[in-house]
């Protein structure tokens, strides 16, 4: 792994801190990644998202009921 020097605002720098001593994570460093693979999962979700709405908006019109397309669309997200 890279080594990174980053700097925290000091209530950035206390929530870390109170997340470590409440045993959620073991350091920093594994809350730090954790936090950044989250923003990336929510990233490539939004990305699908949009991708699916481009691709609607060009598809047109559907004859499905808003919870039909509620289901598929959770159904999508899920695998």
Known sequence: MRRQ???FTEPNDEWLKNQIANKEY?????LVND???QA????NQVDLIRLKLDRA???GFTIDS????????KSMLNG
Not at 26 to 30: A, C, D, L, P, R
Not at 40 to 43: A, G
Not at 66 to 73: F, H, R, V
């Open 5 to 7: 020097s980053i700097s």
């Open 26 to 30: 073991s350091s920093k460093s594994e």
């Open 35 to 37: 936090l950044i693979r």
């Open 40 to 43: 990336r999962n929510q990233h």
């Open 57 to 59: 908006e060009k598809s």
């Open 66 to 73: 808003k919870s039909e397309i509620l289901k598929q669309s």
